[in-house]
C-alpha cells in the first residue's frame, strides 16, 4: 500500500523539448514523520503552480503489518522508508525548485548538488513489494532463533518455550515446549507467541 498522487494530465509539457523518457523517479530526504505532509504540501504546489507536466506521481510506500498489543490483534500502517517520499517527475531547473522548496523537504537523494534518479528496478521492486504487502500483512516479530518466548495463544498458552525455526513466508515458529518432561517441537503462528 501507499499514498500517492497521480496528475490527471500525465504528459509533458510539449514547450521544454522534454519527452516521457526523460521522466524518472527520485528520491528526496524529508524530516522524519513528516513525510505524509511533505506530499500534502507538494500536491498542493503542483497544482498552484501548474507543474503537473513535470511532477507526476508522489508516493510515501507503506506497508500494513500485524502486532498484538494488550492482547488484541491490530494492523497497523508502517512507512517502507521513514524520512523519504519518492517522485517521478521529469527533472527540470523549475521542477528542480518546485520540489526542493516544499515545506519539510531537506535534499535530493545525490551526489553533492546533483539529484540522482533511482534506477528502474529499484523503483520496480519498492512498488511491487508495497502492493504484495497490501494482499497479506506480515506479523511485526520480536524474537529470534534461541530466544526463549511465551506462549499467549492456542492449546499450549502460557507455556515458556524456546525458538528453534522461524518461517518468515508462511508467518509461523517452532516453540521447543516442556511436555511431560521432553521438550516437544510445536509450530505456532508468530502472533501465539510473545518475547519473554
Known amino acids: 500500500m501507499f499514498t ?12 521544454a523539448g522534454a519527452t516521457t523518457e526523460d521522466r524518472a523517479w527520485f528520491a528526496i530526504h524529508t524530516y522524519s514523520g513528516y513525510e505524509n505532509k511533505v506530499r500534502s504540501h507538494l500536491e498542493a504546489r503542483i497544482a498552484s503552480m501548474d507543474m503537473r507536466g513535470k511532477i507526476f506521481r508522489v ?18 500502517q508502517r512507512k517502507v522508508f521513514p524520512g523519504y517520499v519518492l517522485v517521478e517527475m521529469i527533472m527540470s531547473d523549475e521542477a528542480w525548485y518546485v520540489v526542493r522548496n516544499t515545506p519539510g523537504v531537506t535534499s535530493f537523494v545525490g551526489s553533492g548538488n546533483k539529484p540522482v534518479p533511482l534506477q528502474e528496478h529499484e523503483v520496480k521492486t519498492i512498488l511491487k513489494q508495497v502492493t504484495k504487502e497490501t494482499e497479506k500483512p506480515k506479523a511485526k516479530i ?3 532463533k534461541g530466544q526463549s518466548v511465551r506462549v499467549v495463544d492456542g492449546p499450549f498458552a502460557d507455556f ?14 517452532t516453540v521447543l515446549v516442556s511436555f511431560f518432561g521432553r521438550e516437544t517441537p510445536v509450530i505456532l503462528d508468530f502472533l501465539q507467541v510473545e518475547k519473554i
Open 142 to 144: 520480536s524474537f529470534s
Open 160 to 173: 515458556i518455550g524456546t525458538v528453534s525455526d522461524l518461517n518468515m513466508d508462511r508467518n509461523k515458529v
Open 4 to 15: 500517492e498522487h497521480t496528475s490527471e494530465n500525465d504528459q509533458p509539457d510539449t514547450n
Open 59 to 76: 508516493i510515501v510506500p507503506m506497508e500494513e503489518e500485524v502486532e498484538i498489543k494488550q492482547g488484541q490483534r491490530r494492523t497497523v
